[in-house]
């Protein structure tokens, strides 16, 4: 895929949206130094380039029941194709995200779980996809959301 050329000003703007999704573009515009209007054009210009892909909550998963969250790395067997390994966790609630990596782990999976035993049920049940041969579950203890 080409690489989207942006100026200072977008790279501005999607700071400033990576902070707070829910701005508007009056007050985008002010901190840019731009009419609301001729903000919304940018935005609505990135949108459609697919730099931004769209818009999330972030949740408090602790209030929602899900406490335990966890990396889990997954190994298969050297003759496991890559779409193989993407269906190995597909269709569980638990999991947030998914990646494909190469080298060791093959694929490595974020999940969350209410409790430890949920989180054991979990990693029992990817285990028995049948075409795992090995996992590595890693305990997240804390977390820092990333700038920008």
């Known amino acids: 895929m080409p690489r989207t050329e942006l100026d200072a000003l977008d790279h ?3 700071a400033l949206l990576v902070e707070d999704g829910r701005r508007s573009a009056s007050a985008l515009g002010r901190e840019v130094g731009l009419s609301p209007a001729a903000t ?5 210009r990135l949108e459609r380039l697919g730099v931004i892909r769209g818009y999330r909550a972030v949740l408090d998963h602790a209030r929602l029941g899900s406490e335990i969250e966890a990396f889990v790395e997954l190994r298969f067997a050297g003759t496991t194709q890559v779409d193989d390994i993407e269906g190995a ?11 494909t990596t190469a ?3 093959d694929a ?4 969350r779980a209410s409790d430890l035993d949920h989180l054991k049920r979990v990693v029992d049940r990817i285990r028995r ?6 996992t590595k579950t890693l305990i997240v203890l804390g977390t820092r959301a990333a700038s920008g």
């Open 89 to 99: 966790v597909a269709g569980m609630p638990e999991v947030v995200e998914a990646f």
């Open 108 to 111: 490595l999976v974020r999940v």
């Open 40 to 44: 919304a054009r940018r935005i609505d």
């Open 129 to 134: 996809s049948g075409k795992v041969t090995g």
């Open 103 to 105: 080298g060791d782990p």
């Open 12 to 14: 501005r703007l999607l």
